[in-house]
């Protein structure tokens, strides 16, 4: 965790129902998912929200809850704290790419910082080298999926 500045206590792991490692979850519900979010925005008080926007069906549909528990959660914050200028800032994630004239900021990385992410990515998010929902397009870690193009089937 100690990656690029971020230590433990950067990450808050809210256990939001609908985690249960089965395959089909269920829905996330206001009384239950939304709560743990809402705590959370008190605490931080933040001025820029990141969320996944991965449509509902285009992978695990666990972002896609997540997106509609911090939504609501968004809403409630911003009637009771009177606040009006949290910046939402959404991104697209590995299950779902898109095309570069539909996004509207741009990042630019070199390919040693490529590197970094995949040394990063390898030893931190052990979970995650081996997909529980492996691509019908890569049979490996997700960070070597998110760098492949859309309209190439060769890696960065």
């Not at 704290?81 to 570069?100: A, E, K, T």
Request: glycine share 6%.
């Amino acid at each position: 965790m100690g990656y690029f500045g971020w230590s433990g206590e950067s990450v808050r792991h809210l256990r939001l129902g609908f985690y249960t490692g089965d395959i089909f979850t269920e829905e996330p519900t206001a009384e239950r998912d939304v709560p743990p979010v809402l705590r959370l925005l008190r605490e931080v008080n933040p001025d820029v929200v990141t969320v996944a926007l991965d449509p509902e069906a285009s992978g695990p549909d666990t972002h896609y809850k997540v997106l509609q528990a911090t939504t609501e959660a968004l809403r409630r914050w911003s009637e009771e704290s009177g606040r009006r200028d949290i910046r939402v800032l959404g991104y697209r994630n590995v299950w779902f790419r898109f095309h570069p004239s539909e996004a509207g900021l741009f990042v630019p990385v070199s390919l040693n910082m490529f590197a970094l992410q995949r040394s990063a990515f390898l030893n931190t998010f052990v979970s995650q080298k081996e997909a529980s929902f492996p691509s019908y397009e890569h049979d490996g870690p997700f960070c070597e999926l998110a760098r492949r193009s859309r309209w190439s089937s060769t890696r960065c």
